[in-house]
């Protein structure tokens, strides 16, 4: 089967189904750092480092060539994308929720996640510190906007008053939804009042932190 017209991204997500594991036991399994593994994965990085290449390719039983889609892999090493577990899922902007949600936006960059998602889901990278310690700026967040938001719920919101998304904590008091900034430096804006005409734009299921090798 020649592969020669697929990213490395897409050839070890084959891979891994193929075996049914995941980055994390994926990067378990190799000895590489869980991050570099997950940044090949979802196309971050399309020119690995050659030595994670080899711990890869070595597992898998096949060569640096074939993983690069220089070599052809057989159909018992390529298996469907319907056995993949996990999803690709669109890195949006934030400037880019509402149009994701209408369906109105051009082509952007795939991530993959391993969490169970609806096909309306994407992710976002946290840009300020307003969530830190438990999300550091760099974060990035799987939102579902199929998923129930409930008390305590981490969210993504489009404010009324406001152009692009914001990511807080939903606090629910009897009829009143409330939301909250886990900084305290951002104390001016640490507890909002939700309007009526204030959109929760999906729901955390999973977030990330990926470091510099």
């Not at 899922?89 to 969490?115: H, M, R, Y």
């Not at 906007?145 to 998304?165: G, Q, T």
Request: charged letters at 25%.
């Amino acid at each position: 089967m020649n592969t020669s017209t697929l990213p490395i991204s897409e050839i070890l997500t084959h891979l891994m189904a193929s075996e049914r594991i995941r980055p994390a036991e994926l990067a378990r399994r190799t000895k590489l750092p869980q991050q570099t593994v997950q940044r090949i994965v979802s196309g971050n990085t399309p020119n690995p480092h050659a030595s994670s290449l080899q711990a890869i390719a070595e597992y898998f039983h096949v060569t640096v060539e074939q993983l690069r889609g220089i070599e052809p892999l057989s159909l018992l090493q390529l298996k469907s994308k319907e056995t993949i577990e996990g999803s690709k899922i669109p890195l949006l902007d934030w400037g880019q929720v509402d149009a994701w949600k209408q369906k109105n936006i051009p082509d952007v960059d795939q991530i993959f996640t391993d969490a169970k998602v609806s096909a309306e889901a994407y992710a976002l990278r946290q840009q300020d510190s307003s969530m830190e310690p438990y999300f550091p700026k760099g974060t990035i967040l799987i939102i579902d906007p199929e998923k129930a938001p409930k008390d305590r719920s981490f969210v993504v919101v489009i404010l009324h008053d406001y152009k692009e998304a914001i990511f807080r904590q939903l606090m629910v008091d009897g009829p009143n939804r409330y939301l909250k900034a886990l900084n305290p430096d951002y104390s001016n804006v640490k507890i909002i009042s939700l309007h009526k005409d204030d959109v929760i734009s999906g729901v955390l299921v999973q977030s990330r932190h990926d470091h510099e090798d």
